[in-house]
């Protein structure tokens, strides 16, 4: 009799404590909508909606590269935890163009506000919001490749829409159409920095709100997307956003990453020494990791768990400290460890000074350069 009693008191207390626990976002599935509108651009729309999901909560549009599908992304970007963990949504754009499924980032149709594919991502965020009762405050958006090149596609035609962007080994809006994707891929396009905004700003003309802050991330071994895109992307959204060109601090994160904040943390630049293209994860299970490794998923550093905090879904959360080197520095290393920290890049086997892009030799670990840092993200070959 004491064993049954003491095992329905157990049972209750049990009871009593899954009520009065608090409901916790859970794992839901990636699931395939319709109907969410016209759909000019024949896109496929994937959402990832957590259990209990708060009302009015926020959302991250994720675009996939080329070869990819939405599952992929979900799948592989690491961007699945930090739904699970802060409560927000996922919306997966599908592209469907054969054979490739490519975003048309370079296709006039496709990149005009209230066209082609720009207006069926819209419409998906549109449809999304309401649906799932999402704050169309808080809607941020990424992609990879073509999926970063459409993002900035996105923030410069629909800026009404979005909170925030991260644009992911990804290139300039407007940089090619309507020649072919190459003109930028292989290389810059020569373009001020006011030539670059002028073009946003013509996607919505008379557009006086707030624009979304930018993140962009280029490993400077990318030979796919040439990484001179990356540095087109900095100066078109620093002059859309009113910002200089030279970054306010530059930080040293993990993966061999080098941040470069710009304003008050409006644009935030992140290279990523050695690593080709793709968009940088972390597997394992630390807080600051994510991700699985793969084609175009490269092991260097989970950029969601940083674009997490860049877009302010991880509230409570502190962002990477800023701590700039004082010019005049110096610093002594092979080759191999400059560019791993950050202080140089390799090109086809040489290493060249970041900033003033100095030849240093070859890129490996018997070769011994040194550097001084004469400004932000600055270094000269120098004998200190």
């Not at 410069?156 to 300039?172: C, E, R």
């Not at 302010?312 to 191999?336: D, I, K, M, R, V």
């Not at 030799?361 to 040194?370: D, E, Y």
Request: proline share 8%; aromatic share 10%; net charge neutral.
């Amino acid at each position: 009799m004491n064993a049954l009693l003491s095992r329905a008191l157990t049972a209750l207390l049990l009871a009593l404590a899954l009520i009065a626990a608090p409901a916790v976002s859970q794992a839901a599935t990636l699931t395939r909508v319709t109907g969410f509108g016209s759909n000019p651009g024949a896109l496929n729309m994937w959402a990832y909606v957590p259990d209990n999901l708060p009302p009015r909560s926020p959302a991250v549009v994720a675009l996939h590269g080329c070869t990819q599908n939405a599952n992929a992304y979900y799948a592989n970007s690491g961007w699945r935890k930090f739904a699970d963990q802060h409560a927000f949504a996922l919306i997966f754009p599908e592209a469907t163009t054969a054979p490739t499924n490519c975003f048309q980032w370079f296709q006039e149709g496709d990149i005009r506000r209230g066209q082609g594919e720009a207006l069926s991502i819209a419409q998906m965020v549109t449809h999304a919001t309401s649906a799932y009762n999402l704050d169309p405050a808080r809607i941020s958006i990424t992609g990879l490749s073509a999926g970063g090149a459409m993002t900035a596609v996105m923030i410069a035609t629909y800026p009404d829409l979005f909170h925030a962007a991260s644009i992911v080994a990804g290139l300039p809006y407007r940089c090619s159409p309507p020649a072919s994707t190459t003109t930028c891929m292989l290389g810059p396009v020569a373009k001020t920095p006011a030539d670059w905004g002028s073009s946003v700003r013509a996607a919505h003309p008379g557009y006086t709100g707030p624009r979304p802050k930018v993140a962009i991330w280029h490993g400077q071994a990318d030979y796919t997307v040439n990484k001179a895109n990356g540095d087109e992307l900095r100066d078109q959204f620093t002059n859309v956003l009113g910002l200089s060109q030279t970054p306010a601090s530059t930080t040293g994160l993990p993966g061999g990453t080098t941040l470069e904040t710009y304003g008050a943390d409006a644009l935030r630049y992140y290279k990523i020494s050695g690593m080709g293209h793709g968009t940088p994860v972390d597997p394992g299970n630390a807080a600051d990791q994510c991700g699985t490794a793969g084609a175009y998923f490269l092991d260097t550093i989970c950029s969601a768990y940083h674009d997490t905090r860049f877009f302010g879904l991880a509230t409570g959360t502190p962002n990477p400290t800023a701590t700039p080197t004082p010019p005049g520095h110096c610093f002594t290393a092979s080759n191999y460890a400059h560019t791993q920290a950050g202080r140089a890049h390799q090109s086809a086997g040489y290493a060249y000074a970041n900033g003033s892009n100095q030849p240093m030799g070859l890129w490996n670990t018997f070769v011994i350069t040194t550097l001084k840092q004469t400004g932000p993200a600055y270094f000269e070959v120098s004998s200190c």
